[in-house]
């Protein structure tokens, strides 16, 4: 009860509640990018600091591991502010930081960090694992990537809010990441995230982390492919035809098709039967094409 009343109360913060200043109470306000862009370097400035001196002064492999996972966690959520910056000016706002995505991301946060140091006060520099280490620091490179070159090449056609309808810059994207994957921003997104915590050789939340993510994208993949089969037709069917999705057990609507075998596409469903789109950690193809 105390645990979920300081998580609401985080998220209370995060969202800039009971604030009036026009520039703080909406999104679009100065005041809220401004106080994010300095709160993220000044994480970024302490955390780059601790690594830089723990050689020196701790000598503590747990230590070198917490301020790099600070250190990604602060640079995903600057290029996620960053690229819409430089794509859709008209649009980008502090909840383009990602910051504030919602209350059960926040929880997650808190408890990936209350693992490690819990683990950390009881196992002590039993806790870092090289090999585990340095699979996680893949995982990161691998998901920041696909992430931001996603964005990158979608350009205007990325959106951190699924889109129902086409405005005139999107496009179906094939190009780029968009060869290798169906949906790298999701992709990316998903690898990132299990990525963090598996650097910080957190079991548990590790664990918990990839169930959350998997059941988020194993109803989300599906209702986004019907939005972009709806908007795009036969386009999108033979270019999802030929592109793998490549999250675990993430079932598309539209599967991979191979030589010689029959096309089928499934019956579209909306995310646990809804009717609405939900908020997404990204929506890949612009009208549809990705998100937050």
């Known amino acids: 009860m105390v645990g979920l009343l ?29 106080v994010a862009g300095f709160g993220l370097g000044i994480i970024v400035g302490v955390h780059v600091c601790l690594l830089a001196v723990n ?15 600070v250190t990604c966690i602060a640079v995903f959520h600057f290029t996620e502010f960053f690229t819409t910056a430089m794509f859709k000016p008209t649009v980008v706002s502090y909840d383009s930081f990602v910051i504030n995505h919602s209350t059960a991301y926040t929880m997650a946060v808190i408890a990936s960090a209350a693992e490690f140091w819990v ?18 620091l893949g995982l990161i490179a691998i998901g920041q990537f696909f992430r931001s070159a996603a964005m990158w090449t ?27 994957f169906r949906h790298p921003s999701y992709f990316g997104w998903f690898w990132w995230c299990v990525g963090t915590q598996v650097l910080l050789c957190n079991p548990i939340v590790a664990l918990l982390y990839a169930g959350a993510a998997w059941n988020f994208f194993q109803t989300r993949v599906p209702y986004e492919e019907a939005t972009l089969l709806r908007l795009f037709g036969e386009e999108y069917k033979l270019y999802a035809q030929r592109t793998p999705v490549a999250i675990p057990f993430v079932k598309p609507l539209v599967p991979v098709q191979r030589r010689g075998s029959a096309q089928r596409v499934e019956k579209p469903r909306g995310p646990e039967g809804a009717a609405e789109p939900r908020r997404a950690p990204d929506s890949d193809q612009g009208s549809s094409n990705k998100t937050d």
């Open 6 to 34: 300081l998580v609401n109360r985080i998220q209370s913060v995060l969202n800039f509640d009971g604030w009036e200043s026009p520039q703080f109470k909406s999104s679009a306000g100065v005041g809220r990018i401004g």
């Open 55 to 69: 050689p020196w002064i701790w000598r503590s492999w747990p230590l070198a591991q917490w301020g790099l996972y």
């Open 119 to 136: 683990e950390f006060l009881v196992f002590g520099h039993r806790k870092f694992q090289p090999v585990v280490f340095v699979l996680g």
């Open 154 to 180: 979608a350009r205007e056609s990325f959106n951190h809010l699924i889109v129902e309808h086409l405005a005139p810059e999107h496009r179906l994207i094939t190009h780029g990441v968009y060869r290798i």
